[in-house]
């Protein structure tokens, strides 16, 4: 298992969020990374359940009304899968970038060599909503 450490920044550098994750293999793909990141965030957040959501791809309006009170019977957590189908369908689009070691990764297939000084860095261009 590697660790890697994933940084949310402003397009200035400013850092926002940061995210540690562990990963199976040093070498992974941009899908793999982003993967990794949406169930992670999904995951804390419907374990957790904190008031806000805060990861790559914000949940819809309504998955949010209905998540504000988690003590009732109602609760729906937030879907990973449809989570990450967005989060993908966004890197496609430019939604966001992927830095890795300061270079832009253009491929979902793209491969990534984690080591030990390996840095990731997920730039957000526009709000990214779920549905």
């Known amino acids: 298992m590697k660790t890697i450490t994933i940084k949310d920044e402003t397009a ?3 850092i926002l969020h940061e995210l540690t994750l562990q990963v ?3 070498l992974i793909t941009v899908k793999d990374i982003i993967e990794a990141r949406v169930k992670a965030e999904v995951e804390e957040y419907n374990r957790k359940a904190p008031e806000k959501f805060n990861g790559l791809v914000q949940p819809s ?3 949010q009304r209905l998540n504000i009170d988690r003590n ?5 957590p937030v879907d990973a899968e449809k989570q990450l ?3 993908l369908q966004a890197f496609q689009q430019n ?4 830095l890795v070691d300061d ?3 253009d491929e979902l ?3 990534v060599l984690v080591t030990d000084h390996t840095s990731i860095s997920f730039i957000k261009l526009t709000p990214l909503v779920g549905g």
């Open 12 to 14: 200035t550098g400013k």
């Open 24 to 26: 199976a293999n040093e």
């Open 61 to 63: 309006e309504v998955e």
């Open 72 to 76: 009732k019977r109602n609760f729906k």
């Open 85 to 87: 189908y967005i989060a």
């Open 95 to 98: 939604g966001f970038f992927v």
């Open 103 to 105: 270079v832009q990764a």
């Open 109 to 111: 297939d793209e491969e």
